[in-house]
């Protein structure tokens, strides 16, 4: 639940998704789920000329189990509250 709430506050933030077939989309998150599947507004593919049927494409759903990375600025994380974050989920875990 860690990443899920984590991925929660960048909604409505620019970021890039990179694919386990190594196609790499950046858009606007715009939903993402317990899954960790994500919702992209006014996507573009990095390498399009790669990609070309993806030219006509806007908005896209992505599955979080093709997902291999999500890159988003730095800006947007606060590293201080996510490092907490995962010392708590830690602790939590060892007391089950």
């Known amino acids: 639940m860690l990443f899920y709430s984590?991925?929660?506050?960048?909604?409505?933030?620019?970021?890039?998704?990179?694919l386990k077939n190594d196609m790499s989309i950046r858009g606007i998150l715009?939903?993402?789920?317990q899954f960790?599947?994500?919702?992209?507004?006014?996507?573009?593919?990095?390498?399009?000329?790669?990609?070309?049927h993806m030219a006509a494409v806007k908005d896209l759903f992505i599955r979080g189990s093709v997902v291999r990375?999500?890159?988003?600025?730095?800006?947007y994380v606060d590293?201080?509250?996510l490092a907490d974050a995962?010392?708590?989920?830690?602790v939590n875990n060892k007391r089950q």
């Open 36 to 52: 960790l599947n994500v919702k992209l507004e006014n996507i573009s593919v990095v390498e399009s000329e790669k990609y070309p």
């Open 69 to 75: 990375y999500v890159h988003m600025s730095s800006a």
């Open 79 to 81: 590293t201080i509250l």
């Open 86 to 90: 995962c010392r708590r989920d830690l």
């Open 6 to 18: 984590f991925f929660k506050t960048l909604i409505d933030t620019e970021v890039t998704v990179e």
């Open 30 to 33: 715009k939903s993402v789920d």
